[in-house]
């Protein structure tokens, strides 16, 4: 029965695999049956040799994979001891993954910016523990679309590279989030940037997908951040990336603020106010996107309008009043939105007022005003926050009576006030001190360090720079 079952050469092996492998047969019995036939002695010989070498062969496979890893992270590793930046990496064209190897004892960098062949077979980035910063080019990597971590200096499970900001001191330059590569996106992958606060020069290089989603929190961009992908070669007036504003293509622009920009973030060393010369705004509510824009000016001039016949204009009345709008211009002006008068507020010399029975109360001003400042004709409260540091002088016309509790003004190059009124209005004793540094001890003064206060034709000069019971001695010669 069993020589029958083995008839076939071809049979006899696959017969013989079968029952070994189901148990009903043992090698050594079939070795035992088979030792008085010669030729199927040698046949079975054969079908065991054939099982070794193919159990050797897998065994050296691995051994050989696992010594080559070995290898790899042993040469790579090798320049830890001399110099904490490695420079190449051991990879084959085949390879899929690029492990990049750590230490969790020592602080090691990767810099591999220099290097000139491309991978596109790599999908997959592994990072090792101890591995604090990395830098590379999105061409070299295309298609790398995982990203798994160890260090807890970049984001694991990200589908682009993002480090992040802990408390090793090692990444002093980046906080929160920062974009380093996308690699080469296509143009249909959707790019998140939850959570991302800034974004680094070239991490975009190479990605052409233009659909953008979650910035938020977006902070900051580095100067060549859209360098070489889809966003850089776009020519339209306003440069979008998701539903923020990033960059304006063209001079003396003019354009509308409207709810779709939630947010307004330009490029580090885009200046925008050289380049937009007026923003129209038919929703002073919007204003809040220019927030971040206090350390320079967003445009030239802001054009407020609001609508009479709505309760925009009383709404826009108490934020003039209480100093809330964000205007990061040098000028602003007000106009009606329809054919209707505007009755309760009002916009003379770059200045915002409210209207209390044909006398003014001024507020809101342009957070970068310039030269000489004039308060209106028929003012008669002062409120306004004037915070430039450009204005070089001030005029309160006769018909002010005080500066409310609600005024401040910024007067570190102001030379020159001019009072009008009989008697010094309240509230002005305080005011002046907002021009006066204290200095502990007196301190010699220059010509250009005196403020000449000039008030119904005598005029009284006091030092810019004084001590506080010098200060205190010539606010009381003023009052």
Not at 19 to 29: M, W
Not at 57 to 80: E, F, P, R, S, T
Not at 130 to 140: E, H, P
Not at 237 to 258: M, P
């Amino acid at each position: 029965m069993r020589n029958a079952l083995f008839s076939c050469l071809t049979a006899k092996r696959k017969q013989y695999r079968f029952f070994v492998g189901c148990g009903f047969l043992r090698e050594t019995k079939m070795k035992k049956n088979y030792a008085n036939d010669g030729n199927e002695k040698n046949e079975m010989n054969s079908i065991e040799t054939e099982i070794d070498t193919t159990k050797k062969d897998k065994k050296k496979k691995d051994k050989k994979k696992k010594d080559k890893k070995g290898k790899k992270k042993k040469a790579q590793l090798a320049a830890i001891d001399t110099n904490t930046i490695l420079t190449d990496v051991m990879l084959a064209e085949s390879d899929t993954v690029l492990t990049l190897f750590g230490q969790s004892n020592a602080v090691v960098e990767y810099d591999l910016t220099n290097m000139e062949k491309i991978f596109p077979n790599v999908t997959t980035l592994k990072i090792e523990d101890g591995i604090v910063k990395i830098r590379m080019k999105n061409r070299t990597f295309p298609n790398i679309c995982k990203v798994i971590s160890e260090s807890e200096h970049f984001e694991n499970g990200s589908t682009m590279l993002i480090s992040v900001n802990t408390d090793a001191g090692y990444e002093e330059e980046y906080y929160g989030r920062t974009l380093l590569n996308t690699f080469c996106k296509p143009s249909d992958y959707i790019l998140d940037f939850k959570d991302v606060n800034r974004i680094s020069g070239m991490a975009l290089d190479g990605c052409m997908a233009y659909q953008v989603i979650n910035t938020e929190r977006l902070e900051s961009l580095d100067k060549d951040a859209l360098a070489g992908s889809y966003f850089e070669s776009l020519e339209d007036t306003l440069v979008i990336f998701g539903d923020c504003l990033v960059r304006v293509n063209g001079k003396d622009i003019s354009f509308e603020l409207t709810d779709s920009i939630k947010r307004i973030v330009m490029i580090d060393g885009f200046d925008s106010a050289d380049y937009i010369k007026e923003l129209i705004v038919k929703d002073f509510r919007l204003l809040h996107v220019l927030r971040n824009f206090s350390d320079k000016p967003f445009c030239e001039t802001i054009h407020l309008y609001v609508d009479a016949k709505t309760r925009d204009e009383a709404e826009l009345e108490k934020a003039i009043e209480k100093n809330k709008l964000e205007l990061s211009c040098k000028h602003v002006l007000l106009s009606p939105s329809n054919n209707e008068e505007l009755t309760r507020v009002g916009c003379e010399d770059d200045i915002l007022y409210q209207t209390n029975r044909g006398m003014l109360i001024t507020g809101s001003a342009p957070w970068f005003l310039q030269g000489n400042v004039t308060f209106p004709g028929k003012t008669w409260l002062i409120g306004t926050k004037l915070i430039s540091n450009d204005i070089e002088s001030i005029c309160i016309p006769k018909s002010v009576e005080a500066f409310t509790t609600d005024a401040s003004i910024s007067g570190h190059k102001v030379s020159s006030i001019i009072c009008e009124t009989p008697t010094f209005p309240n509230g002005f004793s305080e005011t002046i001190r907002e021009f006066i540094t204290i200095v502990p001890c007196e301190v010699e003064i220059t010509e250009d360090d005196w403020i000449s206060i000039d008030h119904c034709g005598k005029k009284n000069m006091i030092p810019r720079y004084m001590t506080e019971a010098q200060c205190v001695e010539y606010i009381c010669e003023l009052s």
